[in-house]
T-cell receptor, first 114, second 114 residues
Framework: EAQVTQNPRYLITVTGKKLTVTCSQNMNHEYMSWYRQDPGLGLRQIYYSMNVEVTDKGDVPEGYKVSRKEKRNFPLILESPSPNQTSLYFC?????????????FGPGTRLTVT | AQSVTQLDSQVPVFEEAPVELRCNYSSSVSVYLFWYVQYPNQGLQLLLKYLSGSTLVKGINGFEAEFNKSQTSFHLRKPSVHISDTAEYFCAVKRGGSNYKLTFGKGTLLTVNP
């Protein structure tokens, strides 16, 4: 089954404790992206990647890091989480070729930072 | 830069009534338009998309949307809603060309009451 998976689905952590949220897709998509969803603000892009070793900042990159060492994986790293990073996070992927254009989303990771 | 405005943050309706969720976008170049649905505690699922051609687009679950270039709108409609349509709906725009960024509206919560 074609899908985007994220782990963990739920995470409660404390301020300053480094964490990684994993994202993996099995559709051989070149483009991958991370979003955060906050009430009343919709989805905002954190980082994106056009292909392996090619990443760039989105609209709200502060406090986050990403890497793209393999085509299928795009982990999101919070080196020193703070309470304002409490949010619902989504990973998405999309093919670059073929004109499909739409992004496929993972199930989400709900992060709480205390 | 493009932006998306969803004019209603909440839309309550009764079962079997028609519904329209409004979306306006701003962009000076050609765009692709999408509606996504998010059911409670789930990720985003594509409802429909406009890439080119006919301005009336049909999607899943009986939804349709009409692209109006002169009014820069992409309103979502359903002639008769069900309880199961209760969800949050997001309008999104992607600029034409090699830019793969999706810009989302803030979402409209559709609540269908019996």
């Amino acid at each position: 089954e074609a899908q985007v998976t994220q782990n963990p689905r739920y995470l409660i952590t404390v301020t300053g404790k480094k964490l990684t949220v994993t994202c993996s897709q099995n559709m051989n998509h070149e483009y991958m992206s991370w979003y955060r969803q906050d009430p009343g603000l919709g989805l905002r892009q954190i980082y994106y990647s056009m292909n392996v070793e090619v990443t760039d900042k989105g609209d709200v990159p502060e406090g986050y890091k990403v890497s793209r060492k393999e085509k299928r994986n795009f982990p999101l790293i919070l080196e020193s989480p703070s309470p304002n990073q409490t949010s619902l996070y989504f990973c998405a992927s999309s093919p670059v070729q073929g004109g499909a254009h739409e992004q496929y989303f993972g199930p989400g990771t709900r992060l709480t930072v205390t | 830069a493009q932006s998306v405005t969803q004019l209603d943050s909440q839309v309550p309706v009764f079962e079997e009534a028609p519904v329209e969720l409004r979306c306006n976008y701003s962009s000076s170049v050609s765009v692709y338009l999408f509606w996504y649905v998010q059911y409670p505690n789930q990720g985003l699922q594509l409802l429909l998309k406009y890439l080119s051609g006919s301005t009336l687009v049909k999607g899943i679950n009986g939804f349709e949307a009409e692209f109006n270039k002169s009014q820069t709108s992409f309103h979502l409609r359903k002639p008769s809603v069900h309880i199961s349509d209760t969800a949050e709906y997001f309008c999104a725009v992607k600029r034409g060309g090699s830019n793969y960024k999706l810009t989302f509206g803030k979402g409209t919560l559709l609540t269908v009451n019996p």
